[in-house]
């Protein structure tokens, strides 16, 4: 009984480790950055010769224009992707129709796609389309590629709903679209959310789709970074921008996780 | 017959307009692609010469290899990286789990900075060598950076989601009561994984393979920052080739190509993978 005892003892510990080192690894990706965002000086050191906030407000200039540019551009796509997205899951959760496992299957299609094919072909077309270094464009490529977590995510509420709450309200007199705003959008509201701060984090951070189609006016905030990357290296005001940026992510995939529940990050999955 | 033509508005006018943007934003830019890929010359004829063209380079196929050979190794660090992950979140469900899953998020849309990190981590001034130094363990920094296992590393830290999702669904397919039977008599754990775990997953570990491989073909921000002299991307080459005088049948065949094994598995998970696995679930 000993040895058995002792094997269970080994087999917590190998999972401790493995999971230890799994979460660390993976939170190392922001942590190791927030970290140096606090740095004195101007160059990679280790160990640093003090630590500082100025590197928050020395980018001013240069580093918050490029987030603005992101940040509206991460609630335009969500609104977009709200506006288009929320008729098509309701028509494909509540009829059933010839072809709708196809349409189904098409309109998840952009996750099937790689972003260096689909950003190359937007560069073949947007210049004669006049959508360079636009709004419209750069929405455009960010909406294709977030629609289908939208998408899901609605689905996914549009299913748990009870049909007999709109059935009731039809029957009392109310029309179709009445029902629609006033009893079916605030009861899929979790799922709109979403779908919404899903599009919202990672429109917030795509980089392929944009590097191919931005230009000086419209340079939203991830290739800024590239940029200042290939010009300077990694630098401590370089570092308080990605921090900058990932505490914005977090925050909206706090909001998901913790505020409207964990059974939507199903929109994520496969 | 009102009803019914109404009906069959209700379902037209709600999906009519993400189709039609779907056709010109997703449809339309592939196909012109794929239509490049095949135009030779410029009389405009069709023909496979723009592929023969591109296969018969050797830095071509150089380059088609090394992304095959990264992607592949990226895919298997993920499927021992990402099986326990799967099998704990199939089968706990408490604030270890919780953090795990948040965990893997992070990745999942910040490729820039999976290779952000590594950078500042591994630098010959970095986190790593300095530490190292500062203890005593070597006197000269090592150059860890601009290496293929850090390539392989940072794939397969931004892929693992693509791994461990399908594995997850799987394993949650298993009853837990063969497990606790077989434990019962007397099976040791390795046991467990490779008579009863492993055969009754399969259908997850093709799953996260197929998704994985063709995510990590396709990755462009990591090789942008992390790629070295001696390691070229398909990715890279399609997006170096764009900002000078751009070859349209050359990048429209390389992108074509990328497409066609992304869509490829990504359509083999959708079509064999997906359905199976809710028929046993």
Known sequence: MGSTKLNKLIGKVIWGIYITVLVVVLWMIFFMLFFHSFFKGVTLEFPPQGFTLENYTSITNQFYPALRISLLLGLATGVFNSILGIPAAYALTRYEFIGKNLINTFLLGPTMVPAISLALGFLAFYPQWGMMDSFWGLLFALSIVTMPYMLRSVMSAFNELDTALEEAAQTLGASRLKTFFLITLPLIGPGVMAGFLLTFIIAFNEFTMIIFVYGPKWLPASVWLWNMLHMYGITPGFAAAVAIMQLVSFAMLFILVRVIGRRYLQGVAF | ?281
């Open chain 2, 1 to 281: 017959m009102p009803t019914k033509r109404k009906r069959w508005l209700n379902i037209v006018i709600p999906l009519a307009p993400i189709i039609v943007f779907y056709l010109i934003f997703l449809v339309y830019p592939i196909a012109a692609l794929g239509y490049h890929s095949f135009v030779v010359g410029e009389g405009g004829q069709f023909g496979l010469q723009n592929y023969l063209e591109t296969f018969a380079k050797a830095g071509f196929r150089r380059t088609l290899g090394h992304t095959l050979l990264i992607a592949g190794s990226a895919t298997l660090f993920d499927l021992l990286l990402g099986y326990p992950a799967a099998y704990y979140l199939a089968r706990r469900q408490n604030w270890i789990a919780d953090l795990m899953q948040l965990s893997l998020l992070i990745p999942l849309y910040g490729g820039l900075y999976v290779a952000f990190a590594f950078m500042l981590v591994l630098l010959p001034n970095g986190f790593l060598n300095s530490v190292l130094i500062w203890l005593g363990l070597i006197e000269k920094p090592l150059s860890l950076l601009y290496t293929r296992p850090t390539l392989i590393a940072a794939f397969g830290i931004y892929g693992l989601p693509f791994m461990v999702y399908p594995l997850r669904a799987a394993i949650q397919g298993i009853d837990p009561a063969l497990e606790e039977a077989a434990r019962t008599l007397g099976a040791s754990g390795w046991q467990v994984l490779r008579q009863i775990l492993l055969p009754m997953s399969t259908i997850g570990v093709i799953g996260g393979v197929l998704l994985n491989f063709g995510w990590n073909v396709a990755i462009f921000s990591i090789p942008l920052v992390l790629s070295f002299k001696g390691a070229p991307f398909l990715s890279l080459d399609i997006y170096f080739s764009t900002r000078y005088n751009i070859r349209w049948s050359y990048v429209a065949t390389l992108s074509t190509i990328l497409f066609a094994i992304t869509f490829g598995l990504s359509y083999l998970y959708m079509t064999l993978v997906k359905p199976a696995r809710s028929n046993t679930a």
